[in-house]
């Protein structure tokens, strides 16, 4: 019965988390998580600068709403600030687009005039929506939402800004170069010339301003694994390989950790990260992923978005500004990668966010930056990377003297655990692939044991991939698989009476 069966659940982080908490509370006694690193949390991961608390993982609660899990379940440990559980903030639905009051610094050191540039944020939002409602049409002119973007917004610049004065509209082309590097870090990309404009719409929001955790992301898994019977989770424990079988005999799994230990169970939960999967599935499973499985995990996206932490004495910015735009005027060829990684990897970040309310932050900004610009960044020392903001944003704001007084950044992709950010739909992916790397193992049609090896994790969620309730989701989502099975074949292990 359920109550016997050995579940072992790999990686520790929200997915990992979720799938031991829905099977405890089923009953299942013998469930435990292996985790490669010293901490829970994976992804979600609260830091420090100075006495700063800031986020180096997952940042918000995207649509914080009574569908979304993760408000339900940060809303029930009281981890939110009173503004975000109002029924008016669940209700306000801007699409996952962001909301906020923006200002935009050039390369030639001014800020820009909001109404000059107006026009190339509202075109781009426009080609944006209409790349997520692509996806019904029939015949696909356009391979990535990229080309599509640089098509439209040239075809629209020559035709509908062409009595624009040469200036103002190579400024406009260079606004979306911009917009399409922020629309790189939402997607968690290189570029968006390797995003499917046949997929873009799979993926969907959900109503609610997005917000944050006052205390920190981790309050939440923290939360969650106070829940959970100590001892269950084996921490500094990397799983090196999965022996599953295609063969009837043999009735069980046999995980092998990196120190030689061997741990043999009726099912296993995988819950890796698609970029660790992508770098490690020829050593991980044994026998190899059937090839629609490997195929899908070579075909679906995963991409790195680093942020980088600024602390300042005092602002340059405005009281009322929430997110700051770099844009480089030598871009009006609509780019959202540099020439050259080495020397100009600075230009992919699009710029900052700035960190809310004063009170609590003080003058801390948030920089992002995806790809492979990101991945290089990754490599300097913190000083260089010090070095290369100071420059940037005193000659983007014309003033020479702005010196930060500390940052912090991410480093995901070398993360040997996590190899980047998040996951999605890249060129020539389809629903398809989702269904592919969430399928369990054995295959459907098999005749072996059912249900060796299953798949959770942020990257096999149908419609919410790469975020943390998508992850959540998934989670429950192969709990329920294996709860269902046993109550199934429960009833003929008991004489009937
Ligand atoms: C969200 C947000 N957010 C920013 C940044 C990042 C991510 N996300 P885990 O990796 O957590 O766990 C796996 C564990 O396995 C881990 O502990 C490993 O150590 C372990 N492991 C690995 N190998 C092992 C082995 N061999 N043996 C044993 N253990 C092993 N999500 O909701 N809001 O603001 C952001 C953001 C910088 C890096 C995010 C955000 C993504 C989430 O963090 C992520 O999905 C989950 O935490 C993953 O949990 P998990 O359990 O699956 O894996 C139109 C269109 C648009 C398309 N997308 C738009 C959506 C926007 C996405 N936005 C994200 C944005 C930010 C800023």
Redesign the pocket.
């Given at each position: 019965g359920h109550r016997d069966a050995k579940v072992v659940i790999?990686?520790?982080?929200?997915?990992?988390?979720?799938a031991a908490q829905k099977l405890v509370k089923a009953g299942f006694h013998h469930v435990r998580i292996?985790?490669?690193?010293g901490?829970?949390?994976?992804?979600?991961k609260t830091g420090r600068i100075g006495d700063k608390i800031v986020?180096?993982?997952?940042?918000?609660?995207?649509g914080p709403c009574e569908e979304n899990p993760?408000f339900c379940l940060a809303r029930q440990y009281g981890l939110l600030d009173p503004e975000a559980l109002k029924p008016e903030n669940q209700a306000l639905d801007v699409g996952?687009h962001l909301p906020w009051v923006p200002r935009f610094f050039s390369s030639s050191g001014r800020e820009l005039n909001a109404e000059d540039i107006l026009p190339a944020q509202k075109l781009f939002l426009e080609l944006?929506n209409e790349?997520?409602d692509f996806q019904s049409q029939r015949g696909e002119p356009w391979p990535s939402v990229g080309d599509f973007l640089r098509a439209q917004v040239q075809q629209h610049a020559a035709e509908k800004w062409k009595d624009v004065d040469e200036a103002t509209r190579s400024l406009r082309l260079c606004v979306i170069s911009n917009m399409l590097k922020v629309e790189c870090?939402?997607?968690?990309t290189h570029t968006m010339d390797e995003v499917s404009m046949g997929a873009?719409?799979v993926?969907k929001?959900l109503p609610g301003l997005?917000c944050t955790f006052p205390g920190g992301y981790e309050g939440l898994t923290q939360n969650l694994m106070a829940e959970l019977p100590a001892g269950l989770v084996t921490y500094n424990?990397?799983?090196?390989c999965v022996n599953w079988t295609s063969a009837k005999s043999a009735e069980t799994v046999m995980v092998e950790?990196?120190d030689g230990q061997k741990l043999v169970a009726d099912h296993v939960i995988v819950?890796?990260?698609l970029g660790?999967l992508k770098k490690?599935h020829s050593t991980?499973f044994h026998p190899p992923l059937p090839l629609h499985k490997l195929h899908s995990v070579q075909r679906l996206g995963f991409g790195t978005?680093?942020?980088i932490f600024v602390e300042f004495d005092s602002p340059w910015w405005d009281a009322d500004c929430e997110v700051i735009f770099f844009v480089w005027e030598d871009e009006d060829a609509v780019v959202d990668q540099v020439p050259d990684v080495q020397s100009s990897w600075i230009k992919k970040l699009f710029g900052f966010t700035v960190l809310k309310p004063t009170e609590r932050y003080g003058h801390l900004l948030c920089g992002?930056i995806s790809g492979h610009e990101s991945e290089y960044m990754e490599t300097l020392s913190e000083q260089q990377v010090t070095d290369a903001i100071t420059q940037l944003i005193r000659r983007f704001t014309g003033n020479p003297i702005i010196t930060p007084r500390r940052i912090l950044r991410?480093q995901?992709f070398h993360?040997?655990?996590?190899c980047?950010?998040?996951?999605?739909l890249g060129k020539g992916c389809s629903e398809q692939d989702l269904d592919n790397l969430m399928e369990p193992l054995p295959p459907k049609g098999s005749k072996s044991q059912p249900l060796q090896v299953l798949f959770?994790?942020?990257?096999?969620h149908h419609c919410y991939?790469?975020?943390?309730?998508?992850?959540v989701l998934?989670?429950w989502r192969e709990a329920d698989r294996l709860i269902s099975h046993y109550s199934l074949i429960t009833p003929s292990e008991f004489p009937k009476s």
């Open positions: 790999i990686g520790c982080g929200i997915a990992g988390i979720a292996l985790e490669a690193t901490r829970s949390g994976g992804r979600i986020e180096i993982g997952a940042n918000w609660i995207h993760v996952g944006i790349s997520s870090c939402v997607n968690g873009f719409g993926y929001t997005d424990k990397p799983v090196r950790c990196d819950t890796v990260p660790y490690h991980m978005n680093n942020k992002w991410s995901w993360d040997p655990w996590t980047g950010s998040y996951s999605n959770a994790g942020e990257a096999t991939f790469s975020t943390v309730h998508g992850a998934t989670g």
